[in-house]
């Protein structure tokens, strides 16, 4: 089943609806850049727009925004996997049920998606995606409580995982997030409008102001009579993805209650704590790692200098290039400037390692513009294990730390020294007491488990391919 | 709900599949021009491409047919209706059910399919289009019988109207005709490979032969192991759509088990007996009537000329042109020959009138070529009833003939005389003994009545807009 | 160089000209199906638009032919020959000299464009085209005149071979055509406009009356004081390309001051006359041999019949099948109907054979179709010369008959009889007393020679190749 | 006339020099990003492939970069001025005079384009764009000089203004650089291959050395033989574009001999001693001035922030929004991390000011994340003249400085101090002594005069305009 890191927005009773929503999406673009969509609704029917491609390319005719007409509107950015991009998988979907229309647009990944998907089938119903929203329209159709609100939460009740999640209907909009909040999901006002989006970025860009969090296991109803609040599941210890400080969110975000810049920054600075070097000067991976190394170079004292310059032209379509050609390629994404780094003893700093591949290339690259040594400092611990709440490593094998030591990974990157924060380094720098996050990447200690294997299911994702 | 004109295409144990099915949709463009699509299988899954526009337009590109391996494909064309284009409702549709996936694709129109929605909408399946082939495919998934094809049998035994239609699993197709066999629906062979089409001009542009009709109430299963027939449906009296005769088919088609250019001749001919008229010369309008024409002309022994000229290089977009620009431009599409027309007294036939709009500026475009006389022959009787298996009249208002008088519609098309062929010359010049056709349309005899008010749905039909 | 059959259209002193040049332009598209373009200007300034594509497709925005304001325009159709397909030589060209703007539309071949060439290169000229009209433009420019009118002349003057040519400046039109007026023009009044373009089929689609032809020699200014007709230039024997009124031109047009249609069916009489044939049924080659057609069914008392469905639907990309697949595509362009065909001896009316390949695989999918004998009538002699006038055979290699006896001919063709109308029958049926018309591509008696050797030019040709 | 910031690649004895030529533009995409095109060379013809938009969007089809085989190619990025696009005026710009095709890109502003326009066309030439580009080639092409050669150095002597450009026949292909030396330009080896471009940074992408500068008022032949230099020009003294330092090249590159990573940091130390700020913080307007910032906190000893979090996933496609949503957009650009600036007395360094209106919004948004007080730093000195020679500010009117105090300016911005780098400082800052720089759009100090007034050469430009 697929979920995975993406960017949601709905907002109620604004005659813009749609248009806010479109500049939502762009703020959170950082969140998924495979497709984007918009539902907007006017009290009479739903109307949805939605494609392949980044928010600006699936809404460059402006007349597709303006179609969408109607005071509420739910949208959604997808994050671009490798491979099987199914146009089918566009969200938000949009569905007829026994109520009339109905769109839902999820950020999140639910563990038992694939039991859920298998007995209904078995019920008689059939998929046309392989989304877990399809999961939670189809559980809301099949439920026989009385009204539709009770309908939903019954549906909500029985996924397990992780979400955020967004749904309308001719004249509301709800908002709901798991009992142990993995994703973040926030609540902001623009004059008498609602916004529920996930990341309080989205909520600036529009000029809202941010009234709290949605709570984990709550349920907003958003309609003409205003915000309504309903805790209809038992309350669970959190899990609030710790992967969101360290690098999904964007740095002038506020998320599970603080500012993602200040907590990258902690990052940085027990970073410097735990693994000093060396060395003449302190660079960034560009432009996720920029505030952790901040923060290391403020404590380390070492100068913090732009030594790789990030193309921001990259197209989405490259020439097949000849075999040498390939290996130039690299140098597109990132250029270092010789003029920094010659000579100089060089820490890097990145906020995680999943592969290695491009950072062992990048390191590479630095040191052919002249530093003299490299050590990199990651802002995380070792990534050992898969995430099963909405982070895209999803198998072991995709992580290089779950069958390598640090001192594997250091020659593998062929670097002078490595350093990783340590997982007691990682919860003193994040907000709180450390005990609501999920930290099950770096430990496996999962708190909702997923009830079969993932890599069957994995299989049974490729069952129908849209070209 | 919609099903209406449209073409199908289905093969089984070609390594071409996909390649010999856009062949067929090729040949089959006349009957839907609105989008195209084709599913094809291996044996392990089903492969998907469609889109809005011509065959050649969603197939532009090389790569997407060639992408679509396998030895079993089934496509579709579907018809252009006015306003609404609904991409989600672009046929084959691919879903998952218990058994896995499934592609249907479907031409003709249930009579009762708002009844089976809302009640499997009551029952918990949510629609995610407005198609009658997502309700048959609904059925499947829903019935608890053992086998798929059991299952399958079941869901066509509970819609009732008009349906031919092709479904395809991972290892076989199946084409399925209604027991009353409105819509045409044929087979063919290219050496070990069975083909299942709407027209026999589809098996020709590939190379096959003929071999016989799907009969109706048939159900066709096409594996390794052949060609299985089954008849589980109650026998009933055939109602053959006799406006395929008239209009829909392709002239160098077989269908009903009769060539249509032979019959449509004979439809001129005894115009030609029932309304003769005063004149010197016959045409056309192009290129639907020219085989009426045809046989007007040989059996009245008045001269067959092109007196219009038909402009095939008619684009889809046209610009919004000022008020006096958009009454030229109902010339772009047919060009009077003066050199044809001038100072004659012209027999004009055409197929048939629905609105008589564009019928109307066309003879007036003859009289200003300089025509001087225009007489209007039909080779049907009047249109008075809407159709509810498939051809696109579905509502009284849309047919000029439901509420005027013949002399009515003289006036209105400005002519100076008009014949319509009568019901029992069509039904002589039609194969047979005139038992086995529909001609619903002229009489209002429908022979299975639709189950509620069709305008009522109509607006249903808008619920999901996707622009 | 290239010029090759075109079609042109325009228009001075209407506030819709280009929605008007635009109509123009779609009625032509039978003349060239390449490219479309249109310049427009409005007193002050030139404004153009033009891409590759039918007409349709290259103004498929309608905000483009709005955007083209003022109250004169040109606009030219290209014909779409083999291979190189010329971004930069998409017409009408617009270039700036020392009077300001100037854009050039051309229909015709210029024989001295090489040596033209050659020539101003040597003297500083830079091309930036392939085309004859951009000779044209140069002339224009390097020409000491005094007046801009002048420098046309001059220009014209100069130039040897076919044109049927209008230029725009901001102020005016000027349509002119070479003094053997090879290529049609001619003359028409919608209102106070004035329009010149190739055909009047093109008058009649935007309501426009025919006023005359522009007489071979002659040049006309259009402007702000109406219409100015001047002949710079000596008369000569004229030199009107035949091939109009058999092929290319459009039956509802007059051309050369007589309906195509008329001249088109006297072609089909005189071939009946002259080469009867024992058969059942007469059918064309659709949709530009109908007339001939029917000409040799009306002479010869054989029934005419449409024995050859065309499929209008084709589009211009094609995937690349293998070599099975590609064997039947033949079969998309044209359906034989056995209904029709079937046991008959079929006489087959074509209008011209160019290398024959394509009626070879007709007659052998007539003769699948079940014909039992199939006799080839052709309404013109055998094309063996090449022609330097505007029409696209320019090589002898090229035409079957330059290097076939008529015999040989049939016998590649495998068909039963072949029978090509005489140049005395071809002449007799067309208008005026034979002496009129160029023939070179039956005779090889060439009005004005080309001066140097046109293979070495076709490589020249290839220089600058634009992908 | 047209020429601006641009970004050139030259390369030849390369089997793959298409394909490092595309690569090549894709590094110095920052210079231009409205269009991009590609000329080839294999000794015997030149082909071309070019297109409005970024590289990866021209080049997008993969097919294309293949197609330009051949081992020489040229390539151009041309920068995106407001309003008028025009397709005509994409370079390379291929054509095809006495000695064969030629293609030139063109780096720079020539300052006697009109006139040379103006009298080639009193002599007889016409032009096709409104690129000084084509002034070159025409004068090329008129040259009487028995060598292509010594054409191109007569055409170039005629020429005044700034150029860095690249000229490709055949069999070389052709460097020069203007005697002042405005523009940058270099030369790199990669194994035998030679390769002439604007910045350095292509030569690392492709992995070829940097060799030297090509110097002011150089040719450089390149072929077979190798490279040839020759220096036809009087000197002159220089006159190095310092705006290349300060804003427009990649701080990777290395121009004018020296690295712009450490130039424009210097800036920065500078501006810092200029003048300081009583303030907590120090951040950029990313991305252009971060290496200014990064020094003016060295010198400072102010905390580096990063404080503006720039969106890289704007498309080109906006809404038409509402007014209401048109103030919210400034914002999709840049949002500002209020976890950063609240209540921090911020200095904000920026590159330069052109209108002001942008920093004015950006400044406005700063305030608003809670900064208590905003102190801008510019890292040069108020331009105040229009740039002649290739830098997008054409006239006083659209600078600020040229019409308003410094203080005047502050007011405008709101904010609480500003401070420009001084002429004196901004030369100290650079390499060398300060006598080879161009600083006139800070003094007005043209080296060469533009001959005639400019505003009038605008209205020109739109004669012809390709929508």
């Known amino acids: 089943m697929m979920g995975e890191e993406c960017g949601i927005f709905g907002i109620y009773g604004h005659k813009n609806a749609a248009e806010l929503t479109y500049l939502g999406l762009y703020s959170l673009q950082h969140r998924g850049q495979e497709s984007a969509g918009i539902v907007s609704g006017d009290g009479k029917t739903l109307r949805q727009h939605k494609g392949l491609g980044l928010v600006a390319d699936v809404f460059s005719d402006p007349s597709t925004v303006k179609g969408l007409t109607g005071?509420?509107?739910?949208?959604?950015?997808?994050?671009?996997?490798?491979?099987?991009?199914?146009?089918?998988?566009v969200q938000p979907l949009l569905v007829n049920c026994k109520d009339g229309p109905l769109a839902i647009a999820h950020n999140g990944n639910l563990v038992n998606s694939a039991q859920l998907r298998r007995r209904m089938e078995q019920e008689g119903s059939l998929f046309q995606t392989t989304m877990d929203s399809e999961i939670i329209v189809h559980l809301v159709a099949k439920s026989q409580k009385p009204t539709e609100l009770e309908r939903i939460i019954e549906a909500l009740g029985q996924v397990?995982?992780?979400?955020?999640?967004?749904?309308?209907?001719?004249?509301?909009?709800?908002?709901?997030?798991?009992?142990?909040?993995?994703?973040?999901?926030?609540l902001g006002k623009l004059g008498d409008?609602?916004?529920?989006?996930?990341?309080?970025?989205?909520?600036?860009i529009v000029g809202?102001?941010?009234?709290?969090?949605?709570?984990?296991?709550?349920?907003?109803?958003?309609?003409?009579d205003?915000?309504?609040?309903?805790?209809?599941?038992?309350?669970?210890?959190?899990?609030?993805?710790?992967?969101?400080?360290?690098?999904?969110?964007?740095?002038?975000?506020?998320?599970?209650?603080?500012?993602?810049?200040?907590?990258?920054?902690?990052?940085?600075?027990?970073?410097?704590i735990e693994h000093p070097a060396e060395?003449?000067?302190?660079?960034?991976?560009?432009?996720?790692?920029?505030?952790?190394?901040?923060?290391?170079?403020?404590?380390?004292?070492?100068k913090f200098e732009l030594g790789l310059i990030r193309n921001h032209y990259i197209g989405r379509t490259f020439i097949e290039p000849s075999q040498k050609i390939r290996e130039l390629m690299v140098r597109i994404k990132f250029n270092p400037v010789s003029g920094v780094l010659k000579g100089k003893r060089v820490v890097?700093?990145?906020?995680?390692?999943?592969r290695g591949t491009t950072l062992r290339n990048l390191t590479r690259l630095i040191r052919q513009?002249?530093?003299?040594?490299?050590?990199?400092?990651?802002?995380?611990?070792?990534?050992?294990?898969?995430?099963?709440?909405?982070?895209?490593?999803?198998?072991?094998?995709?992580?290089?730390?779950?069958?390598?030591?640090v001192e594997e990974i250091r020659k593998h990157l062929d670097v002078d020294t490595l350093g990783y924060l340590s997982l007691e380094g990682l919860l003193e720098a994040t907000p709180g007491d450390g005990l609501n996050y999920c930290t099950a990447c770096f430990e496996g200690n999962y708190s909702i488990r997923p009830e079969e294997d993932v890599s069957k299911l994995s299989l049974e994702k490729e069952t129908a391919i849209s070209i």
Do not use: M
Request: charged share 20%; aromatic share 10%.
């Open 279 to 302: 060395a003449d000067i302190v660079i960034a991976v560009p432009d996720s790692s920029n505030t952790a190394a901040l923060g290391y170079s403020e404590t380390s004292g070492l």
């Open 369 to 405: 513009a002249g530093a003299s040594e490299v050590h990199v400092r990651v802002s995380c611990p070792p990534l050992r294990f898969p995430c099963f709440y909405g982070i895209d490593f999803q198998t072991s094998r995709e992580l290089i730390a779950s069958s390598h030591t």
């Open 208 to 224: 809202a102001h941010y009234v709290r969090d949605v709570e984990p296991g709550e349920v907003v109803v958003i309609n003409k």
């Open 160 to 186: 397990r995982g992780a979400y955020s999640v967004l749904l309308a209907t001719r004249n509301e909009i709800i908002g709901a997030r798991d009992p142990r909040g993995f994703r973040p999901f926030c």
């Open 193 to 204: 409008a609602w916004i529920v989006t996930s990341e309080s970025c989205a909520l600036d």
């Open 71 to 89: 005071h509420l509107a739910v949208g959604h950015n997808r994050y671009s996997t490798t491979g099987s991009t199914l146009s089918v998988n």
């Open 348 to 354: 890097v700093v990145e906020d995680s390692i999943v």
């Open 226 to 272: 205003g915000l309504r609040s309903i805790k209809p599941f038992e309350s669970s210890k959190y899990s609030f993805c710790i992967f969101e400080y360290i690098y999904l969110s964007r740095p002038d975000s506020r998320i599970f209650g603080d500012n993602v810049d200040k907590t990258r920054r902690r990052l940085g600075r027990h970073l410097a």
